[in-house]
């Protein structure tokens, strides 16, 4: 898309057209290597692009994507490609405070790409929020609670280990865990599970997450293994693509099944509820394509009588933000803890949002937009690679350079 100088300045008198964009890339590394499923691995960093949408008038909005393959099909390189090749020029002259109309442009401009255009739809809410002097969640209809329980994860590991964590974080007032599963065989996490809920139960709910790690026979084997016990949730035990099998499961097991790596677009969500494949979504903006394409999942949910977990991409505290906006607002948000943990894990964040955090909740911030700050210096500090797209006097320019 190209826009004239003229035509930006016109448009500029008339609304809060979007003047600049700038993309980085950041890594940032966990504390603690996390254990996850024989298919992931285990994880020493994450990768996240950060979007900077500045408006004529001087507002800023802040928006984040989560490439995580092959969780995602998207790279962090594929990311800022499709960022600054394709939505980005797309965006520059748009109204920033319709994310609505936006997002329709983005679509018209490139399909699939749901977590590079979260970022722009997570920035595009911040700016509509700041312009307004509200927070996010009003824009959604309002929050239905000022704070929600935090779950802790455990890596994929021993329950010895499993006990170490426990102990630390039911100090903390965590009392909601989620074990990686899917790299030991299943006998183990059967027992793994038996010993967690004979020592802490009714105390802590327990979510399994085998991260798409078992075949369909030993998914079973282990529902099979755990009925007796008080499970809060079994997520993703299968392939993302293989439906079928989630509802065989879905049906021999006594605790609800969520969808996380087969719930990505809307279309999938909408296979979910007509296949009967799961219990409730586990939802996260970034691999969802943003908050309004979360929301409608959660709304799809709630008229099928589904739950909602508001999980997490290993994020940065943008994403984090946007998640929690979203999730005070859902009445169907399941009772057990949501994953906002996410910035307290890692050695470093460009933002404020892990003192939202503490004793095991995130509290909902009331600030205009996604309610946080983002430490600008840090961030271009810590950048693996940022560009920049401006309209100026010569027209729409682009820079861009790596560290």
């Known amino acids: 898309m190209s826009i004239s100088i003229r035509e930006s300045n016109w448009v500029s008198q008339i609304m809060p057209a979007i003047q600049s964009i700038e993309i980085f890339s950041v890594t940032v590394a966990f504390k603690v290597p996390y254990k996850l499923s024989r298919l992931y691995g285990t994880l020493s960093t994450t990768t996240a692009i950060v979007v900077r949408l500045e408006t004529k008038s001087g507002l800023v909005g802040w928006g984040e994507a989560n490439p995580q393959p092959p969780f995602t099909e998207e790279t962090p390189g594929g990311v800022m490609a499709a960022l600054s090749d394709y939505l980005g020029p797309a965006l520059i002259g748009l109204d920033g405070t319709n994310p609505n109309a936006a997002m329709a442009d983005m679509e018209a401009t490139l399909s699939g790409n749901l977590s590079a255009k ?36 455990l ?49 802590v709910s327990f979510i399994c997450d085998a991260n798409q790690g078992w075949s369909e026979s030993e998914a079973l084997r282990f529902i099979q293994g755990v009925n007796s016990l008080p499970l809060a949730l ?46 409730a979504f586990s939802l996260k ?49 399941m009772d057990v803890g949501h994953a906002y943990m996410s910035t307290l894990r890692l050695a470093d964040d460009i933002t404020d949002f892990s003192n939202l955090v503490s004793q095991g909740v995130a509290r909902v911030p009331d600030g205009p937009g996604l309610g946080i700050a983002v430490d600008e210096e840090k961030l271009r500090r810590l950048a693996d690679e940022h560009r920049h797209l401006e309209v100026s006097e010569g027209g729409l320019s682009m820079a861009g350079a790596m560290t």
């Open 118 to 153: 979260a970022a722009v739809d997570m920035a595009l809410h911040d700016i509509t929020g700041k312009a307004a002097g509200l927070p996010v969640h009003a824009l959604l209809g309002g929050a239905l609670r000022q704070s929600i329980d935090v779950l802790w994860p």
């Open 234 to 279: 079994i997520e993703q035990p299968v392939a993302k693509h293989n439906f079928e099998a989630m509802k065989r499961l879905r049906q021999s097991s006594t605790a609800p099944i969520s969808a996380d790596e087969s719930l990505q677009s809307l279309d999938q969500a909408a296979r979910l509820v007509h296949e009967q494949a799961a219990d």
């Open 285 to 333: 903006v970034s691999k969802n394509g943003g908050i309004a394409a979360a929301q409608k999942m959660a709304v799809l949910a709630e008229a099928e009588g589904m739950t909602c977990l508001m999980n997490s991409m290993l994020e940065l505290g943008i994403t984090q933000a946007a998640s929690l906006q979203l999730g005070c607002t859902l009445p169907n948000l």
């Open 155 to 203: 890596g994929s590991g021993t329950h010895e280990e499993d006990f170490i964590v426990i102990d630390a974080k039911i100090a903390e007032g965590y009392r909601t865990f989620m074990a990686k599963m899917g790299a030991q065989p299943v006998d183990v996490e059967i027992e793994r599970m038996r010993v967690l809920t004979e020592r802490y139960h009714p105390q």
